[in-house]
């Protein structure tokens, strides 16, 4: 009887440890993997908008649109990191609509990763503005 | 004698493992609320900077200029730029104070971008508290109308 007993909680915190690590996991991994999809967001939509506002039908005013793209401060990663690869579209008449990309936000894996998780995630976010967007009369 | 040596083990081994998996809750907790509390200040900023770009900026005089920025700032705090005086924030406990709104003129004086920001924020997280300063921040074009010489409503 007593040897059986001998490693019991070992085993028991070793079980415990797991789902644990799997739900702080849940928490703080999904919680930033959450915000980071939230500040793509709200950055593409902000360049996309930027963009958009540049157009003019011309080469140089999507010269511009992208200039515009690029002068944005705004970061992710808890407001930390500066977004790379940012890809600027514009419609074929180059007048029309803008469409901004940012494909390679990777969220670094914490908990996750010690059960069984990938040790990055990416998450993209795009948004497309109208040149001539409706203006609130207020 | 063995009896009562054993219960103590486990009284050991109960505090030390109590002892670890009562910080893991604790920090999880913590960081979970906190990272929550921040999305919810991601979007409300977002939303915020996308009004204030498209809103008509009127600059009569400087009256104008604070009730525009006042405006903005309950738009982020309310979600609604003339809130009822028992409005409830989108976030909890935000008030506007803690809401800045700064305009970028270009050359010729006119507004070229928005930038709004959550100021002296703090989350009570439970086991801790966090302060943001300057963070969560957007920066958006200035796309609505300039009207320089017409007053706020």
């Known amino acids: 009887m007593r040897v059986r007993q001998k490693g019991f909680v070992l085993i028991a915190m070793s079980v415990a440890m797991v789902l644990m690590l799997a739900v702080m996991g849940l928490a703080f991994d999904f919680g930033r993997i959450y915000i980071a999809r939230n500040e793509a967001q709200v950055f593409t939509d902000a360049a996309a908008m930027a963009a958009a506002s540049k157009l003019d039908g011309t080469d140089a005013g999507m010269d511009r649109a992208r200039q515009a793209v690029a002068k944005l401060p705004m970061r992710w990663n808890l407001g930390t990191k500066a977004f790379t690869g940012v890809v600027v579209e514009f419609s074929p008449d180059k007048q029309s609509w803008a469409r901004v990309t940012a494909p390679d936000n990777q969220v670094e894996i914490t908990f996750l990763r010690a059960v069984g998780g990938p040790a990055v995630f990416t998450v993209p976010a795009h948004s497309v503005a109208a040149a001539k967007p409706v203006r609130l009369t207020e | ?153």
Request: charged share 20%.
């Open chain 2, 1 to 153: 004698m063995r009896r009562s040596r054993q219960s103590g083990h486990a009284m050991i081994e109960l505090a030390v493992s109590a002892a670890v998996m009562v910080s893991c809750v604790a920090g999880t907790v913590q960081f979970g609320y906190t990272f929550y509390i921040y999305n919810e200040l991601v979007t409300a900023v977002g939303n915020g900077g996308r009004y204030a770009a498209m809103r008509t900026y009127r600059a009569s005089g400087q009256s104008d200029i604070d009730k525009g920025k006042v405006a903005i700032r309950n738009m982020v705090a309310f979600g609604d730029s003339r809130p009822a005086p028992d409005a409830s924030p989108q976030v909890a406990n935000l008030k506007p104070e803690q809401v800045r709104v700064d305009w970028v003129m270009d050359e010729s004086g006119k507004p070229a971008a928005v930038s709004v920001s959550i100021v002296d924020y703090t989350v009570d997280a439970a086991f801790g508290i966090f302060r943001f300063t300057g963070k969560p921040a957007v920066e958006y074009p200035f796309v609505g109308r300039f009207a320089p010489s017409e007053s706020e409503p």
